[in-house]
């Protein structure tokens, strides 16, 4: 056992991947078509508004985790964390500016075809990549929602550890 305190790390930009919120949808929906016979008519299906309201909370509760697991981004003075993926800021040696093409033509840029952080086949949706240069010469791509508030914290971060 170690008697060393952990070091309080500083988050520089967090994205969760899903809030939990999204759990109250169904049943808010439930509670809307429960008004909705109660105002309009002889028969309340209590039983199936209950169900169908419990079987929505542990549908989204599946999806909501797998979003929070999966999709979520952390940065840290020290640690890029993307999904289940992390990378130390002292591995990354280039922030590459975003991508910007003339109306003709579009050749994407090396490090829009490099392997995408987080275990994941591409950059999940409604997400933009950020090119990243490794300490070894890789390229990688991070991704967030606010790409440009990403970017800036990266970039905070490479000059705080340098």
């Known amino acids: 056992m170690s008697s060393e305190t952990p070091v309080e790390e500083t988050v520089l930009f967090h994205e969760p991947g899903g809030r939990w919120r999204m759990l109250a949808w169904g ?36 999806q909501l985790r797998a979003a929070r697991m999966h999709v979520s981004v952390e940065l840290t003075t020290r640690q890029l ?11 990354i040696d ?15 840029k090396r490090w829009e075809t490099a392997r995408v952080l987080g275990e994941l ?14 300490v070894g010469g890789g390229l990688v791509q ?5 790409d440009d508030g990403l ?10 550890y340098l």
């Open 81 to 91: 964390r993307q999904g289940t993926e992390t990378v130390d800021v002292a591995d």
């Open 27 to 62: 049943p808010v929906f439930c509670l809307v078509v429960l008004v909705v016979e109660l105002l309009s008519g002889p028969v309340v299906h209590y039983f199936a508004l209950l169900l169908f309201s419990a079987i929505l909370v542990g549908l989204t509760y599946v």
């Open 94 to 108: 280039d922030i590459f500016p975003p991508a910007e093409y003339a109306d003709d033509e579009y050749e994407p």
């Open 142 to 146: 991070a991704w967030a929602k606010d």
């Open 121 to 134: 086949a591409g950059v999940p949706r409604k997400r933009h990549g950020i090119g990243l240069r490794l």
């Open 151 to 160: 970017r800036a914290a990266l970039e905070t971060a490479k000059r705080e």
